[in-house]
Every structure is written in C-alpha cells, then in structure tokens.
C-alpha cells in the first residue's frame, strides 16, 4: 500500500515562495515516477513537473520552466516542488502522485497514488 502525504503549502503573496514536500511509504519502487499536479477551482488536474526516482531525470510543465524545481531525497522517501516568483495564477490545490513505471507520464490517469493535496493561495 502506496501512501502519499504533501506538506507545505499556504498563503504567500506574489513574488513569494513556497516548497512543498511529498513523503511517500508503502511499496514504492526505485524504478517509480513522481509528479507535481494541480487543480485551481473550475478547472483540470494539470501536470507540472515529474522526476524518476531511479534517474533523477526530470521534466516540466513549460508555463513553470524556470519557475519550479522538482527534487528528492531518497533517503528521506521525500520529493520537493520549490516554487519561486508565485503569482495569483499559482493559486491551486497542489497534488503529489506517483507512477509505477520508470519514464514520466503527464497524463493524471498514468499515476496510479496520490496524496490528499495542500492548498496554495498567491495572494496580497
């Protein structure tokens, strides 16, 4: 059993920062992917970046190319999102998922775990 719990989200105003933290437990392989996602009200879960756990490769979301930083920390059974220069349009439920293959789907329905999600609002 696969469990996910993200962390670190809140209120931050624009030009802020914020990073958030996924721990993971439960059966989760080396050879796994994990994302960032999120949902603003009204609209789609949306791919933001993803890394595998065995490479280290990553890749983004391109509206958030330079902006946001995926990481881990194996030891820790950890994954990172730091998320520089926020704006209102940042403002979301930010969801921690994983996949059970070595490359890094986009796609939400490819990610077989998620964690319950933590808000982000981009707000003065």
């Known amino acids: 059993q696969v469990r996910l719990v993200e962390s670190g989200g809140g209120l931050v105003q624009p030009g802020g920062s914020l990073t958030l933290s996924c721990s993971y437990s439960g059966n989760t392989l080396i050879g796994d992917a994990m994302a960032w996602f999120r949902r603003a009200p009204f609209t789609e879960r949306k791919f933001l970046a993803g890394?595998?756990?065995?490479?280290?490769?990553?890749t983004y979301e391109d509206s958030v190319k330079g902006r946001f930083t995926i990481s881990k920390d194996r030891a820790a059974n950890t994954v990172f999102l730091r998320m520089n220069d926020l704006n209102p349009e940042d403002t979301a439920v930010y969801y921690c998922a994983q996949a059970e293959m070595p490359l890094i789907p986009t796609i939400p329905s490819l990610y077989e775990h998620w964690g319950q999600g933590t808000q982000v609002t981009v707000s003065a």
């Open positions: 890394i595998s756990l065995m490479s280290g490769d990553t």
